[in-house]
């Protein structure tokens, strides 16, 4: 090599450019990925801003994705219509926190290796209660109302996470935004494949008797020979899991924690569901959540309940999500034209 540095630092250089490539190529072997997974993450935004947040390094507004905070969990009361000032119409699940407390907090520093929130709702007799759950409830100084239900929440970040003892009222939501809700829908039972599967059945004449409700052939014949496994069939219907996603929040009532959900809530009337931030939008820092723009980032471990207020039992405390400001109903000339 025609230098005139020294020695020992045309090798320093080299080693240095060898362990370069070195890095390089190990950061290109996916050692984390699984098959069905992307090999590389998809990133798609049509917002300047995300791209000088990505080069600045400083976030401007709350991630869903790799962002997430506590949630809470609420009883399912019914379904009722809420009327904004518009006079719209909004069918909708009314959920009620009931004694939300945070039990304790799990940190990837610690034995669990992971980062949660762990949150009882409810209160179930002492005598109902196991002794290794109440030596539990005990050690956390929960043990003289012990809850009904335990959860625990995933979060990102020791930022995202309130304190042991903390209350999460309805409040800890905000007005406009949309959750993901999750309960254990209503078990049906066995049923038929029209139920089960929306299925047509077979023709109300032509001379069908008796099997007007049949799911009708099933497979083929000699070849293959077999039906073919996940065929929809009749069996037991409901009594599953499921998450309903981008659920918007219409209203919320502070005194009585009272979370009034648009749209359809799985499961039973006085069942417990989780209430967690929508992933896919949760509208945080839009018109469409309270505070607008200033709402980029959610109420963060949670909002700053103001006492005598939040929880009180008392109404005349309700919050609603904002409104558009111009009537859905009134004709636009630019519109008419």
Known sequence: MNSD????????????????????????????????????????????????????????????????????????????????????RHPCTVLYLDSNVVIRNKTSDSKEGYDAVQIGAGERKVKNVTKPLMGHYAKWGVAEHPPYIVREFRVTSKEAMPAPGTQIHARHFVPGQN?????????????????????KGMPASHGTSLSHRAIGSTGMCQDPGRVFKGKKMPGRMGGVRVTKQ???????????????????????KGEFVEIRDAVKRPLFGTDKCEGGKDSAFPPLPTFAYEEGVDGSGMGGFEVMMPMQEQDPLEMREDEAA
């Open 179 to 199: 959750v993901d809700i999750a309960g254990i829908t209503k078990g049906k039972g066995f049923q038929g494949g029209m139920k089960r599967h929306g299925f």
């Open 5 to 88: 540095l020294p020695e020992s630092e045309i090798q320093k250089i080299i080693n240095d450019e060898l362990a370069k490539i070195a890095s390089d190529k190990l950061t290109k072997e996916y050692r984390d990925w699984k098959p069905g997974m992307r090999k590389r993450p998809l990133v798609m935004s049509y917002r300047l801003e995300d791209f000088e947040e990505e080069a600045s390094g400083i976030p401007s507004r709350w991630n869903p994705g790799m962002n997430k905070r506590c949630g809470a969990l609420g009883i399912k009361l019914g379904m009722m219509p809420i009327w904004d000032k518009w006079g719209e």
């Open 246 to 268: 981008n659920l918007r929040i219409v209203k919320i009532d502070r005194g009585r924690n009272l979370l009034y959900i648009r749209g359809a809530v799985p499961g039973n």
